[in-house]
């Protein structure tokens, strides 16, 4: 049982190139998210999906597009690059609906670098 | 608005004593639930406890507790006999709707946490 998984763990990119970052989960959860994470702030969220099909925006959404592959996988896409996207981000995923409560659990992180 | 404060951008405390981190919060919503994350150095984001607003009394989880004082919108995080293990950056988070986009978490800005020996 390995969680949430996330790849790359870390990328160079140049300035206006694309990418897609991976993540994966084995817990069979129905919601997934994609936060980032910049120096001396907190996790902000860029996009998240609540079930299989169907994705939303977050507090940060430009410049990413997402894909819900399956019920297992949600990708980020970034399709060109800037170094206002250098970032750690991180994949979540969380229980079926379960109230307040529900609890995120996160991926390892992608700390991504836009030169 | 900040919905998340955390005001103590480091602590320090020595091994074996207890420390508070804080975090106060704002809301109108009477239904929102307040979290706590650890992240060490290497990287990871770790559940650490859970506290809604309704619950009476306060969480626990082993050496963690949640210290809610619901009147001052405060959820303050008390790590008993601190280990060098303990050392890491902390973040409360709150989520305040259950439904619509409003199910993301919000994040404060973190304390970090070094555990002298």
């Known amino acids: 049982n390995a969680g949430v998984t996330q790849t790359p763990k870390f990328q160079v990119l140049k300035t206006g190139q694309s990418m897609t970052l991976q993540c994966a989960q084995d817990?069979?959860?129905?919601?997934m998210y994609w936060y980032r994470q910049d120096p001396g702030m907190g996790l902000r969220l860029i996009y998240y999906?609540?079930?299989?099909?169907?994705?939303d925006k977050g507090e940060v959404p430009n410049g990413y597009n997402v894909s819900r592959l399956n019920k297992r996988e949600f990708s980020l896409r970034l399709e060109s690059a800037a170094p206002s996207q250098t970032s750690v981000y991180f994949c979540?995923?969380?229980?079926?609906?379960?109230?307040?409560?529900?609890?995120?659990?996160f991926g390892p992180g992608t700390r991504l670098l836009v030169l | 608005a900040q919905k998340i404060t955390q005001t103590q951008p480091g602590m320090f405390v020595q091994e074996k004593e207890a420390v508070t981190l804080d975090c106060t919060y704002d809301?109108?919503?009477?239904?929102?639930?307040l979290f706590w994350y650890k992240q060490p150095s290497s990287g990871e984001m770790i559940f650490l406890i859970y506290?809604?607003?309704?619950?009476?009394q306060n969480a626990t989880e082993g050496r963690y507790s949640l210290n809610f004082q619901k009147a001052r919108k405060s959820a303050n995080l008390v790590i008993s006999a601190s280990q060098l293990g303990d050392s890491a950056m902390y973040f409360c988070?709150?989520?305040?709707?259950?439904?619509?986009?409003?199910?993301?978490?919000?994040f404060g800005s973190g304390t970090q946490l070094t555990v002298l020996p």
């Open positions: 999906s609540a079930s299989e099909g169907t994705t």
């Open positions: 817990m069979n959860h129905n919601s």
């Open positions: 988070a709150m989520r305040d709707s259950p439904s619509g986009s409003a199910r993301q978490l919000t």
């Open positions: 506290q809604g607003s309704y619950d009476q």
């Open positions: 979540a995923s969380s229980d079926d609906w379960a109230g307040i409560g529900e609890t995120q659990y």
């Open positions: 809301t109108s919503d009477p239904s929102y639930g």
